[in-house]
């Protein structure tokens, strides 16, 4: 009898997923900074996104 860890996974992406997005931490990137000409908190709330989306993908294809 195989247990699949896949739905704890999940719920520390979305745990993680609140403290990316969570006040204090948004706080820390809104400031006049460009990054490749798009201002730091943009580019931030992109790439932490991304990365959310990608150990999503990782957590579920991984448990196949």
Known sequence: MRTTMK???L???FLL???LFNYPLLAL???TVLVF???LLYAYIF?????LIGL???????SR
């Open 7 to 9: 739905g704890p996974r």
């Open 11 to 13: 719920v520390a992406v």
């Open 17 to 19: 997923g609140v403290l």
């Open 29 to 31: 990137f809104n400031r």
């Open 37 to 39: 000409g798009v201002p």
């Open 47 to 51: 790439v932490a996104w991304a990365l």
């Open 56 to 62: 999503a993908a990782l957590v579920v294809e991984r």
